[in-house]
């Protein structure tokens, strides 16, 4: 199979580059200076073995290949506020032999969130959900980095909404041949839902930096324990944290890496390379929809979406607010719903 990664940054790039290493055809799609870099010097991927550079295809969309193969697979690894362009520009894409993308390819969304497979499963027929535990950054225009030892992430994949099959199985074992353990579940958004708890944090470490002092930790806690209410009063199922201890173990250990400042996530890195946008409208906004569903209020979550966005959209550096205020904003916040 060829795997075509819509999104050559910090997961897409870290997936491309295993997958290239492990001897799998890989094609990047990829924009602006990012793709410029790519195509002039290469994927320089960092990892714990050292820095490899991987001299891939880079392309911007579907008309730069051509007609489609048949054993494509379409890695979606854009950030979750670009994932309707591209399903837009990708699903049309004629594919040999006939009919189209959409009708045709599996559409794997390895993202953080539960939406972007949602809004591919109205124009795919067939769609793959991942839960993404891999720690990556791209802030450099054609450098990627994953500190991950000795595996480089875990992602469980599955069909979505539900099930497994062949091609899953295949998309697995691909991925296990490049340094990553990718178990195929029947229920892979019960892993996501708890992933999705842990992104809560991503925009408190956007705003205010690492979440890593006694405050910031007890702040996330209180985040974190709303959007688990959010999620019990919708019924939704999530893997407890033990099950996940249980899973990752010391499978995926941070390492240092040479020239390789350790910054933050996602969101922190939108920040930093000035992106404009943020994918917190689909991580704590999700909990703040599902809590207006389900009659839950959501002022944490809430905060933390407004403060996030307007950092991305008004170019604020990351980690500019002092957890304190941000602590009694929060505080604020959690009165005026009592």
């Not at 307007?310 to 550096?317: D, I, Q, T, V």
Request: net charge negative.
């Amino acid at each position: 199979m060829r795997y075509i990664i819509i999104g050559a940054g910090a997961v897409g790039g870290t997936v491309g580059g295993r997958l290239a290493e492990a001897g799998q055809e890989v094609v990047l799609v990829a924009r602006g200076a990012h793709a410029a870099a790519l195509q002039q010097g290469g994927l320089r991927l960092v990892v714990p073995q050292g820095e490899l550079t991987h001299r891939l295809p880079v392309v911007a969309g579907p008309a730069e290949l051509g007609v489609l193969r048949a054993d494509d697979v379409l890695v979606l690894a854009v950030k979750t506020q670009d994932s309707e362009a591209a399903l837009g520009v990708w699903g049309p894409a004629p594919v040999e032999g006939g009919g189209t993308a959409a009708e045709r390819l599996p559409l794997v969304c390895a993202q953080n969130g539960v939406e972007s497979q949602r809004l591919a499963l109205r124009r795919f027929r067939r769609v793959y959900g991942v839960c993404v535990w891999l720690p990556s950054t791209h802030v450099e225009p054609g450098v990627v980095s994953a500190a991950g030892a000795p595996l480089t992430g875990i992602l469980h994949l599955g069909r979505h909404p539900h099930g497994t099959d062949d091609t899953a199985r295949r998309i697995a074992a691909d991925l296990e041949k490049a340094h990553f353990e990718a178990p195929v579940v029947e229920d892979v958004a019960r892993w996501q839902y708890a992933k999705l708890l842990a992104n809560l944090g991503n925009a408190l470490e956007a705003v205010s930096g690492p979440v890593g002092d006694p405050q910031a930790e007890a702040l996330f806690a209180r985040v974190r324990a709303e959007g688990a209410a959010v999620l019990d009063a919708a019924g939704i199922a999530y893997a407890s944290a033990e099950e996940q201890r249980a899973v990752r173990g010391d499978k995926v250990t941070l390492v240092p890496l040479d020239g390789v400042p350790r910054g933050g996530g996602s969101s922190w890195q939108s920040l930093s390379r000035g992106a404009g946008t943020i994918e917190a409208d689909y991580l704590n906004g999700e909990i703040a929809l599902l809590g207006r569903l389900h009659g839950v209020p959501t002022p944490l979550n809430d905060l933390l979406q407004r403060l996030a966005n307007a950092f991305a959209r008004e170019g604020r550096a990351p980690g500019t607010l002092p957890v304190d205020e941000l602590i009694r904003l929060a505080d604020e916040a959690e009165t005026r719903h009592r």
